[in-house]
């Protein structure tokens, strides 16, 4: 499905639940994802720029709170590319799982988890402090098949009903690859899996 585009032009991708989770269905701990494809840095997480915009890969099945390597890495990145505003003036971060989504099937991706008897913590609060500090303009996402865009948004409650002179990023859930959309039911007023 991937080859005929991915061999004529550059296919970015970052991995997901079923890539990275050795717990998931697939158990395959992203062996197939690494031979697959071969991105820039550590190929979970980096980032690359075309025209005037710059794109940054996070993983979110990984950890991303301030003293994390990812964590680390972004806020580092974050603030490079804003040092370079005028050759970057868009800045659009790609993910698997969305932080903000309205599928009650998924909810609202938080991150957290133990690592030993340690919780970790960062999806969204620490991650959603530096998409509004370094001005990211788009967040975009899978994982939940169906699609939606939020107004500009941030700890969310805090919204802009406009999409002119915003000053927080737009999340859009664009989770339709490799399998068909959530169907909606009028009579329960839910989502099912097809």
Sequence with gaps: MVEPLGSKMAYMVTPGNHELDP????????????????????ERYYNFGVGMVHFIAVSTDESIDSSSTQGVWFEQTLK???????TWPWVVV???????????????WTGEYYEGEDL??????????????????????????HYERSWPVWERNNTEHSYTDVTKPVHVTCGHAGKGLYKWEWKTNKTVDT
């Excluded at 158990?27 to 494809?37: D, G, L, P, Q, V």
């Excluded at 490079?80 to 005028?86: A, F, K, L, Q, S």
Aim: charged share 25%; aromatic share 14%; proline share 4%.
């Design 23 to 42: 717990y998931d269905s697939t158990k395959e701990n992203a062996t197939i994802y690494r031979k697959r494809f071969i991105m820039p840095g550590n």
């Design 80 to 86: 490079e590319i804003n040092e370079d505003r005028e």
């Design 94 to 108: 790609f993910q698997h799982r969305p932080i903000y989504n309205s599928n009650k099937n998924h909810g609202n």
């Design 120 to 145: 970790k913590l960062g999806w969204p609060d620490y991650f959603e402090s530096l998409l509004l500090r370094y001005g990211v303009d788009l967040v975009l996402a899978g994982h939940v098949h």
